[in-house]
């Protein structure tokens, strides 16, 4: 397919790849022009100057960007995809939002004869590399199948979850669960210390039980040896966070554990670690006095 790709940050640059690798015919955007310029010299295909331009002829414009205002920047602004897209297309959002603007975005397109998918992602930046993301979709049936075979080139498990917003809504479970279950860990890796145990041996032993988990696999390691410089940073993590319990305030949800730990999240800002991995929670813990 003749595809854009706006956004090429530590995601969006080797998802983009991942489409252009299997024969997509792919014209990139990117705020910092160096950025998607340094693309194309890796993976061919074309850089433009806004995102009109790119999405101008495609059959399906992505974006994987910051945060909403981004979001409506280049998707409804003066040089935004959707003023260049022909009927029929469909714009993709492979950024973490707020479900609202989902809704939003997907009013506007249906009022102008595109499709809409909010479609953010899970797996960080090695699952964009590796091609083995989670996509959690919302929008129609019609524009989730159209899209899917061209999504499954980064993702592994790609799937619609419901209407306009449910990728969304979706990707707030997956956040929400992942903070309480970092500071569990966190706390549980921390308290081995205390302990005097050998704390790569009780990881070794716990991740073949119950206490199994992927943050286990992938940081307990990391954590125990004070490793924090990689990963998904600290500030997208209270981005995310911050959307959550902003849902969680409009449909009556209670997230007390959530809440806690976005200002346990805080604290490491304070820290200096807003570029840290999520994981430099243990960190916090480390640094604290009973």
């Known amino acids: 397919m003749k595809v854009a790709f706006i956004g090429l940050g530590v995601m969006g640059f080797p998802m983009a790849g991942h489409l252009a690798a299997n024969g997509h015919d792919v014209t990139v955007f990117n705020r910092n022009p160096a950025r998607a310029e340094a693309w194309v010299a890796k993976h061919k295909g074309r850089s433009a100057p806004t995102p009109a331009a790119a999405a101008r002829g495609a059959e399906i414009v992505f974006s994987c960007v910051g945060a909403d205002d981004d979001v409506r920047a280049v998707s409804l602004g003066p040089d935004g995809a959707f003023g260049a897209m022909d009927k029929g297309a469909i714009f993709a959002d492979h950024t973490t939002a707020s479900a609202a603007l989902a809704r939003e975005l997907d009013a506007v397109a249906r009022g102008r004869g595109l499709g809409f998918l909010d479609a953010p992602v899970s797996g960080g930046q090695a699952g964009a590399q590796n091609g083995k993301l989670t996509v959690m979709v919302g929008g129609e049936e019609a524009a989730f199948a159209r899209a899917k075979p061209v999504m499954d080139c980064y993702g592994r498990a790609v799937t619609l979850m419901g209407r306009a917003g449910s990728g969304q809504l979706t990707k707030m479970v997956n956040q929400i669960c992942i903070g309480g279950l970092v500071q569990g860990l966190a706390e549980g890796l921390a308290f081995a210390q205390k302990a005097g145990l050998d704390g790569a041996l009780v990881v070794d032993v716990i991740s073949k039980g119950a206490a199994q988990s992927w943050q286990m696999e992938n940081r307990g390691k990391t954590m125990l040896d004070?490793?924090?410089?990689?990963?998904?940073?600290?500030?997208?993590?209270?981005?995310?966070?911050?959307?959550?319990?902003?849902?969680?305030?409009?449909?009556?949800?209670?997230?007390?554990?959530?809440?806690?730990?976005d200002q346990f999240y805080a604290e490491v800002q304070g820290m200096g670690g807003g570029r840290w991995d999520t994981s430099s929670l243990m960190?916090?813990?480390?640094?604290?006095?009973?």
């Not at 990689?230 to 995310?240: I, L």
């Not at 902003?246 to 809440?259: D, F, K, M, N, W």
């Not at 960190?283 to 009973?290: D, E, S």
């Open 226 to 261: 004070d490793k924090f410089e990689f990963g998904f940073a600290v500030d997208w993590m209270r981005k995310d966070l911050g959307i959550c319990i902003a849902e969680a305030r409009r449909s009556g949800a209670l997230l007390p554990v959530t809440a806690l730990v």
């Open 283 to 290: 960190r916090r813990l480390n640094r604290r006095k009973p």
